[in-house]
Antibody
C-alpha cells in the first residue's frame, strides 16, 4: 500500500488549495480515508474522514471551509481547502483506516503554508 | 487541550520495559479501539498497534491493552530505534470526531 500526497504549497490567507492523495494497493472507494495534519512542533490533529458509505465528518476547526472527496476512477482522495487561515499551516497527511477502527497506512505528507 | 491525555515524556534504558498511557472517557476509549502511532524525528506517522493487534512488520516487543477509559502501549526491551513521539487516537462519538492525545516523547538512554 502506498499513499502519495501532493498539492501543498504557499498560499495567502483567504485563498484556496486542493490537496490530493493518490492511493495504490488499496481502493479509496472501499476504505475509510482521512486527512490528519501537524503544525510545526505540535501534535497530530485530525481534519476529516470519508467512509465507504460516503459518510463525512470534519473537525470543528475546518468545518464549512474544507471539503473531503474522492475520485474512484483515479483512486485518489482530495481535500479542498477554502478560506484558509494562518492556523491551517501544517503538514497534511493522508491516512487509511482499517474497518474504521484505527489508522493503518499513512502517506509522507504535503506541507501547506498560509502566509501573506 | 487534547481529548486524550498522555504523558509528555517518558524515558527508559536500552533493554528496559516502558509503558505509555492514554487516558480518555466513556465517549472515546471506553467505547472504541485505540490506535498507537510512532513518529520518528517528525517524519510520517507509523501505526504500531491498535487494540491488541500488532501490524505486520512491527516487532513483538510492542504490545497494547485497554481497560475502561485507559489504553496502554508497552515496549518490552527498549531498542535505541524506539526513540520517538507516540500518539494515541480513537473515535469520540460525542464529538463525532477522531481525537488524538498530545503525544509522549520517548527517550531511550
Amino acid at each position: 500500500v502506498q499513499l502519495v500526497e501532493s498539492g501543498g504549497g504557499l498560499i495567502q490567507p483567504g485563498g484556496s488549495l486542493r490537496l490530493s492523495c493518490a492511493a495504490s494497493g488499496l481502493a479509496v472507494s472501499r476504505n475509510y480515508m482521512s486527512w490528519v495534519r501537524q503544525a510545526a512542533g505540535k501534535g497530530l490533529e485530525w481534519v476529516s474522514v470519508l467512509n465507504s458509505a460516503d459518510k463525512i465528518y470534519y473537525a470543528d476547526s475546518v468545518k464549512g471551509r474544507f471539503t473531503i472527496s474522492r475520485d474512484n476512477s483515479k483512486n485518489t482522495l482530495y481535500l479542498q481547502m477554502n478560506n484558509v487561515r494562518a492556523e491551517d499551516t501544517a503538514i497534511y497527511y493522508c491516512a487509511s483506516l482499517v474497518n474504521g477502527v484505527a489508522f493503518d497506512y499513512w502517506g509522507q505528507g504535503t506541507p501547506v503554508t498560509v502566509s501573506s | 487541550q487534547s481529548a486524550l491525555t498522555q504523558e509528555a515524556s517518558v524515558s527508559g534504558a536500552v533493554g528496559q520495559k516502558v509503558t505509555l498511557s492514554c487516558n480518555g472517557n466513556s465517549n472515546n476509549i471506553g467505547s472504541y479501539t485505540v490506535g498507537w502511532y510512532q513518529q520518528i524525528s517528525h517524519g510520517a506517522p507509523k501505526t504500531v498497534m491498535f487494540g491488541d493487534y500488532l501490524p505486520p512488520g512491527i516487532p513483538d516487543r510492542f504490545s497494547g491493552s485497554q481497560s475502561g477509559t485507559t489504553a496502554s502501549l508497552t515496549i518490552s526491551g527498549l531498542h535505541p530505534e524506539d526513540e520517538a513521539d507516540y500518539y494515541c487516537s480513537t473515535w469520540d462519538y460525542s464529538l463525532s470526531a477522531w481525537v488524538f492525545g498530545g503525544g509522549t516523547k520517548l527517550t531511550v538512554v
